[in-house]
């Protein structure tokens, strides 16, 4: 275990559907992101948010909304999804933006239908 | 932006063999070179990270180079194990600059028993 939970660990929506993902660390950090792991792509990050203040957005489009309501959860909204945003979403932590370890989650493995 | 190539994709080596990754980074202003392992239905998890004021760091059967003039890092597992087995990918980030990882596109150990 990491410190760091992503729930759920599986979802499959369909493309009207509103769903949405929930990260929460346990390891005191400051700084949480949102990575998505596609099958024949690297690792993308997606959003940073240190002290629960959006410091990037990795040109997502808008039908992905995060949120942060406090330093220990993150979650991503996920709204009118394609097909091709199927994939492995991963919530990471780190102490702070200046080069810390970043601990991951086991990811929510999503299937849009 | 920065751009990280890792090869080979996949690699195949018999228990107690040595596996060598390698990964080459774009932006000369990185400096922080983390690897991460990830197995089956886990999140990604940090092994080894070296920062550009060294060349080398090792921890017991791994070890990370670094060459800042060419550009590249490599990681090297000596003595390999069938639990070596799973996907390695490199990063590279400013470290006091935001903290955002930029991915390889991972490598497959295999260990052969």
């Known amino acids: 275990e990491t410190g760091v939970t992503q729930t759920p660990r599986h979802l499959v929506m369909g493309m009207t559907n509103k769903k949405s993902l929930k990260c929460e660390q346990h390891l005191g950090h400051n700084a949480m992101y949102w990575y998505k792991q596609s099958a024949k792509k690297p690792l993308e990050l997606m959003f940073v948010y240190n002290f629960k203040e959006q410091t990037e957005n990795n040109s997502v489009p808008s039908r992905f909304s995060p949120e942060c309501p406090n330093s220990s959860h993150l979650f991503l909204h996920l709204h009118t999804l394609q097909p091709e945003d199927s994939a492995l979403y991963l919530c990471?932590?780190?102490?702070?933006?200046?080069?810390?370890?970043?601990?991951f989650g086991q990811g929510t493995r999503l299937t849009v239908v | 932006g920065e751009n990280v190539e890792q090869h080979p994709s996949t690699l195949s080596v018999q228990e107690g063999d040595s596996a060598v990754i390698k990964c080459t980074y774009s932006d000369s202003a990185s400096n922080y070179f983390p690897w991460y392992k990830q197995e089956l239905g886990k999140g990604p998890q940090l092994i080894i990270d070296i920062r550009s004021n060294v060349g080398e760091k090792k921890d017991q059967r791994i070890a990370v180079t670094l060459n800042k003039t060419a550009k590249h890092f490599s990681l090297h597992i000596t003595e390999t194990q069938p639990e070596d087995s799973a996907v390695y990918f490199c990063?590279?980030?400013?470290?006091?600059?935001?903290?955002?990882?930029?991915f390889g596109g991972g490598t497959r150990l295999m260990v052969k028993p």
């Open positions: 990471a932590s780190s102490q702070d933006l200046e080069g810390t370890e970043a601990f």
């Open positions: 990063a590279a980030s400013i470290w006091n600059a935001g903290n955002m990882l930029t």
